[in-house]
């Protein structure tokens, strides 16, 4: 058995999440804006058609409360998704965010 899955240092969900190369660290920030934009437009546009398939209008069609859901579920989703994100960026770079000291997954 080797020392290197022995370690107790190594944590696999930080790998990639750092680097000496500056250009990987740039493609790294460059990802996480990104992925922030394309989350926040996406959280934007599923409010919107929640707001759009709840109106009495669009209540008279019964496939539009298939559509309220997913644009729910999506909403949650992704709400999760940036969270589990976010603490596994401030894991792996030990910087301590608010968000984090309290939340379960972090602490894994």
Do not use: K, W
């Amino acid at each position: 058995m080797s020392s290197y899955n022995n370690s107790t240092n190594y944590d696999a969900s930080c790998h990639g999440t750092s680097s000496d190369d500056s250009a990987v660290m740039m493609s790294i920030r460059i990802y996480f804006g990104a992925t922030l934009a394309f989350v926040f437009i996406g959280l934007v546009g599923n409010s919107l058609s929640m707001l759009v398939f709840s109106s009495r209008e669009m209540q008279a069609v019964s496939s539009n409360v298939y559509l309220l859901t997913l644009a729910s579920y999506y909403i949650q989703h992704t709400c999760l998704s940036i969270l589990s994100i976010t603490c596994i960026a401030s894991r792996c770079s030990r910087v301590s965010l608010p968000v984090c000291s309290s939340c379960q997954f972090c602490q894994l």
